[in-house]
């Protein structure tokens, strides 16, 4: 090949390569000349901007220990580097506990009993994880990997509290609770109680803001506010507003205040996120860039031996030895299986004690909350067994829709997890029916349940460390070559984004490793 009477070198191609297309682009030209290691063999893709990216590539052989988040981020960024993994899965499918139910999906529990989703086209449910904080790097991982992403309404107004002193909209709670705390800080400081703390300045712009904060009177006085909302909203006449608020002590007494939380939590402040179609897109794309090739589902581990020059792991289908291993299984699955690694390493993974967690889906056949109670998106809180009705941020204005029934976790998800399925959706239209009333049970099409406590080889929704003491920083870190992942070793207990942040710490030890070894 000749280009204006000269011939064009392997180098110079290169070096033109990279010029125009960059570092990305002439490193996929060196593998494809022969000139660049393929440790992992993958369809070369142009890269996406990230966050994250291991210095230096390296070979090696690794077996990680689930496909679940945690292990696919660790096949997926350790394949970057070059690395030849093998996944094993107990389950049949990956996600872990990142699991979208569709129409025709099947789901079994421990003991057989089977329910199958019979949604209608473009219904899902996400039995998992359902949403993602702006800041967290699951995000990120969304950005790189191409998953869409939409907003994931966490707080609306418009839904509804729901305590043993009645249900009312959430704005009407935040309304009352901001405006009684505001009177009364506002009189307790307009009458001098915080003068020794505060300047005559302080005092006046605390005063603006509080009045402000609680609309408040001009005597400091909550007697309502158009923040409370309407049964008729203004239009051509000034509406009708929601009657007047009672008294602080029934304020109080009523438990509305639990509407507020959320707002004011790091991890669920508005806005949020969902990936469009389902949470599982985000396993898809991992697969898909890891290669579904190089993960064995039904591959039940049942021996860990850690050798000098690498580590052996066997399952009921064969065994694998590799250089290293990650295990990301819960900590409290992967203390019963064999191995020598020590007491005090099955000590530690023996610490964190099992959540249960459970979640129902129900699809109706109208958008009953759309058109009647006029709510789009968001959470009603309670203060029954169900806990949460979660409304769909997606889909608006379809004919079908799906909303989570009851989101749970402890005693009040072991309730629900004993229960059969049908039992399940029984008592959460009884319980659903008192905020919502009859419409609640009508026109239900089909529902599907989950107990994550009853799903085998996952065994709880997430863990609770008793203290971050020495067994949380013992599993930080490897035992011989068997490293540990997952959000059980971050705290970001129950979010995917542990999941991915434990991930990249384990793969950057072990990468650090590697490297020194050459």
Not at 25 to 51: T, V
Not at 239 to 267: C, E, K, M, Q
Not at 270 to 275: I, S
Request: net charge neutral; hydrophobic share 40%; aromatic share 8%.
């Amino acid at each position: 090949m000749r280009v204006e009477g000269a011939a064009l070198t392997r180098r110079g191609l290169l070096v033109g390569i990279g010029a125009v297309g960059g570092a990305g682009a002439m490193y996929a030209a060196m593998g494809a000349l022969g000139l660049a290691p393929s440790g992992q063999d993958k369809a070369f893709a142009a890269p996406r901007s990230g966050d994250f990216s291991l210095t230096g590539r390296a070979a090696g052989t690794v077996v990680i220990l689930g496909a679940g988040v945690a292990g696919l981020t660790v096949a997926y960024e350790l394949g970057k580097a070059g690395y030849d993994c093998t996944l094993l899965e107990a389950r049949d499918r990956t996600g872990g506990r990142n699991l979208t139910l569709r129409g025709g999906d099947r789901l079994t529990e421990a003991g057989g009993v089977t329910q199958e989703a019979r949604f209608g086209e473009g219904v899902y449910f996400n039995a998992g994880p359902g949403r993602i904080a702006q800041w967290m790097v699951t995000l990120d991982y969304c950005r790189e990997l191409g998953v869409p992403i939409e907003t994931f309404i966490n707080s609306n107004a418009q839904a509804y509290v729901h305590t043993r002193g009645g249900t009312v909209r959430a704005r009407t709670a935040k309304a009352d609770m901001y405006g009684y705390v505001a009177e009364l800080l506002a009189k307790a400081t307009n009458a001098g109680a915080l003068d020794r703390e505060l300047t005559r300045d302080d005092r006046e712009r605390l005063l603006d803001f509080l009045r402000r904060f609680g609309d408040l009177g001009p005597k400091f006085d909550y007697a309502g506010s158009p923040r409370r909302g309407y049964l008729k909203y203004p239009a051509l006449d000034d509406g009708t507003p929601v009657p007047g608020p009672g008294a602080l002590h029934d304020v109080l007494a009523a438990g509305t205040g639990r509407s507020i939380l959320n707002d004011f939590g790091y991890d669920q402040a508005t806005p949020m996120f969902q990936p469009i179609g389902g949470m599982d897109a985000i396993v898809r794309r991992l697969t898909e860039a890891v290669g579904a090739d190089r993960v064995k589902t039904g591959a039940k581990v049942t021996k860990i031996t850690d050798q000098a020059d690498g580590v052996e792991v066997v399952w009921d289908g064969g065994r694998i030895k590799a250089d290293y291993c990650v295990a990301t299984l819960p900590p409290h699955v992967l203390a019963r299986i064999p191995h020598n690694l020590g007491a005090q390493v099955t000590a530690a993974l023996r610490t964190p004690v099992p959540v249960a967690a459970g979640k129902i889906g129900m699809e109706y056949d109208r958008r009953w909350w759309e058109m009647e109670d006029r709510i789009y998106g968001g959470i009603t809180e309670t203060d029954l067994d169900i806990t949460h009705i979660w409304y769909p941020s997606h889909g608006y204005h379809s004919e079908r829709g799906l909303i989570v029934g009851y989101y749970n976790t402890g005693p009040e998800a072991e309730l629900y997890g004993a229960l059969t399925p049908e039992d399940r959706r029984r008592r959460a239209v009884t319980q659903g029916r008192k905020i919502h009333g009859d419409k609640y049970g009508k026109g239900l099409l089909s529902s599907v349940s989950i107990a994550w406590e009853r799903q085998e080889h996952i065994q709880g929704g997430w863990v609770r460390w008793p203290a971050f003491d020495s067994s949380f920083t013992l599993l930080q870190r490897p035992s011989g070559r068997v490293y540990f992942a997952g959000d059980w070793l971050t705290h970001l207990i129950a979010w995917q984004a542990g999941a991915m942040e434990s991930a990249r710490a384990a793969v950057t030890q072990l990468h650090q490793r590697v490297l020194r070894s050459q």
